[in-house]
Nanobody, 124 residues
Framework: QVQLQESGGGSVQAGGSLRLSCIASEPTFNIYVLGWFRQAPGKGREHVASVSRRGVMRYLADSVRGRFTISRDNAKNTVSLEMNNLKPEDTAVYYC?????????????????WGQGTQVTVSS
């Protein structure tokens, strides 16, 4: 099964930018749809962005649309999340996820494989 490892979290001030990356161990990387979810303290895990197997279809949560961009590189087994104009409400642990289902499945229960998570903290 695929193993996922995130990197790139950190602390920034509101309005700043961060780029999260996730690398997968699975050589047949392109059989998976990929996504990013986040979980703030006391809240459930919510969908942020997801991308189809060839990177053509992208799905973004309304709260991040226009600020975040998801992309994948199947040659490098990576998926990235570019986050701009960050807000304090973006503060959460961000998780990379993979699924053999569909990228438009935005419920965490539909995603089978998860990274360990990386903390993103945005201060006002």
């Amino acid at each position: 099964q695929v193993q996922l490892q995130e990197s790139g979290g950190g602390s920034v001030q509101a309005g700043g930018s961060l780029r999260l990356s996730c690398i997968a161990s699975e050589p047949t990387f392109n059989i998976y749809v990929l996504g990013w979810f986040r979980q703030a303290p006391g809240k459930g895990r919510e969908h942020v962005a997801s991308v189809s197997r060839r990177g053509v279809m992208r799905y973004l949560a309304d709260s991040v649309r226009g600020r975040f961009t998801i992309s994948r590189d199947n040659a490098k087994n990576t998926v990235s999340l570019e986050m701009n104009n960050l807000k304090p409400e973006d503060t959460a642990v961000y998780y990379c996820a993979a699924s053999t289902g569909e990228a438009y499945h935005t419920t965490a229960q539909n995603w089978s494989f998860w990274g360990q998570g990386t903390q993103v903290t945005v201060s006002s």
